[in-house]
Nanobody, 129 residues
Framework: QVQLVESGGGLVQAGGSLRLSCAAS????????MGWFRQAPGKDREFVAA????????????YYADSVKGRFTISRDNAKNTVYLQMNSLKPEDTAVYYC??????????????????WGQGTQVTVSS
């Protein structure tokens, strides 16, 4: 199985930026669709962003929750076996533990946590006013 380790979280002021990294080991991320989720205290885990390969082998499709569209960008570097989440214009409501996840290629549930089999330990993001 693949192991996932998130990093890059921390404390940032509203309007600031952070870049989260998800380093994979054990298996290459090219075998998976990849996603980012977040969970705030007392709330359900929610979808943030996902990335998957298209029929054109060098191209990828990306998906975003409405709440982060235009502010967050998901990307992947297969050579480094790493997935990234660039977060700009951060808001206090973005405060949560952020999780990286891997699911089967072409999963029909890429926008929900049910579509993923492997999860990282999470990294805390706190956005202050």
């Amino acid at each position: 199985q693949v192991q996932l380790v998130e990093s890059g979280g921390g404390l940032v002021q509203a309007g600031g930026s952070l870049r989260l990294s998800c380093a994979a080991s054990g298996r290459t991320i090219s075998l998976y669709d990849m996603g980012w989720f977040r969970q705030a205290p007392g709330k359900d885990r929610e979808f943030v962003a996902a990335i998957r390969r298209t029929d054109r082998r060098t191209d990828f499709s990306t998906y975003y929750a409405d709440s982060v569209k235009g502010r967050f960008t998901i990307s992947r570097d297969n050579a480094k076996n790493t997935v990234y989440l660039q977060m700009n214009s951060l808001k206090p409501e973005d405060t949560a533990v952020y999780y990286c996840a891997a699911g089967p290629l072409g999963t029909a549930m890429i926008l929900t946590h049910h579509g993923y089999d492997y999860w990282g330990q999470g990294t805390q993001v706190t956005v202050s006013s």
